[in-house]
């Protein structure tokens, strides 16, 4: 089944199950369309959607931190926005992998432990300033749209729909993220100099994201490697940084290992944020 004829296949799901947070117009495809057509994918590729999931989540959680706090009103819009984008994201994946092991997406954002989490750790390192974020999100957004655009070739028809929509998102906050990065870098000393200064915070953290696991190569067509984006990610951001009078860092690779569970300190306080509602009213609903 091809990207039309599943989205054809799905027209009359969801509706009735949409959530507060549906914000998809017209026959895209929803978390509330994967959640109806129960298409129950293996435990191995239940797990790579959890990865996907996890970065999304947790991106989205630091992103929407910026709401009422971004440097002018069009930003706090553009930030909050972004987030929702990615959260959206999130949902579909993380609905998506629950199918493996009968639970939902809150299931799996709520009720799991700091360990359990597989997000990479450079989605989880605090937002400091409006230049740390951009950054964050330039390094980030680049790395989504090499990935979702490689993944709509996916095997597994659900994430090639997923990222059907996704990538489209995505290159938005790449073109937002660059614009900014171009006027950050060529503007006053102060924003280049913390431009610097962001570049030099997350760089250590980028090499976890072409790290290729066993997982990768059991899913075969359905996964990317990821090690076989990193000479076009490179190459896309080294442009960007050019533009902007940056440069690469000379610094090392931090000894980051997310997907297996191992976090910053960061993420125990994301979580306890995040999860603090749903664990003091379990089943409530709204």
């Not at 799901?13 to 949409?18: I, R, S, Y």
């Not at 569970?261 to 664990?279: D, K, P, T």
């Amino acid at each position: 089944m091809n990207h039309e004829e599943l989205d054809a296949s799905l027209d009359s799901f969801g509706d009735a199950l949409a959530s507060a947070t549906r914000v998809t117009p017209g026959n895209a495809l929803r978390p509330e369309d994967i959640a109806v057509a129960g298409a129950k994918p293996s435990d191995e590729v239940a797990q790579y959607a959890l990865h996907l999931g996890d970065d999304a989540l947790i991106l989205a959680q630091r992103l929407s931190h910026w709401i009422s706090r971004a440097p002018e009103i069009e930003e706090d819009i553009a930030l909050g926005n972004i987030a929702l984008d990615v959260l959206g994201h999130a949902r579909s994946f993380l609905t998506y992998a629950g199918l493996a092991w009968d639970k939902s997406e809150d299931d799996l954002a709520y009720w799991r432990e700091e360990e359990d989490f597989t997000s990479l750790q450079i989605v989880e390192q605090p937002n400091g300033h409006f230049g740390v974020t951009i950054m964050r999100q330039l390094i980030i957004s680049i790395y989504q749209h090499l990935l979702y655009s490689k993944l709509l070739e996916s095997t597994d028809e659900t994430i090639a729909a997923i990222c059907a929509k996704a990538v489209k998102e995505v290159d938005y906050h790449r073109d937002h993220s660059a614009a900014w990065t171009i006027r950050l870098g060529q503007g006053t000393e102060e924003s280049a100099a913390k431009m610097r200064h962001a570049l030099e915070v997350l760089w250590p953290y980028t090499g976890e994201m072409f790290q290729d696991e066993e997982l990768h190569r059991t899913l075969g067509d359905v996964a990317v490697l990821p090690s076989t984006l990193r000479e076009a990610w490179e190459k896309e951001i080294t442009d960007v940084l050019a533009e902007a009078g940056l440069e690469i860092p000379k610094s090392g690779m931090a000894m980051a290992h997310g997907r297996v569970g191992e976090h910053s300190e960061h993420l125990g306080f994301i979580l306890a944020e995040m999860q603090v509602l749903a664990r003091k009213h379990p089943g409530a609903s709204w």
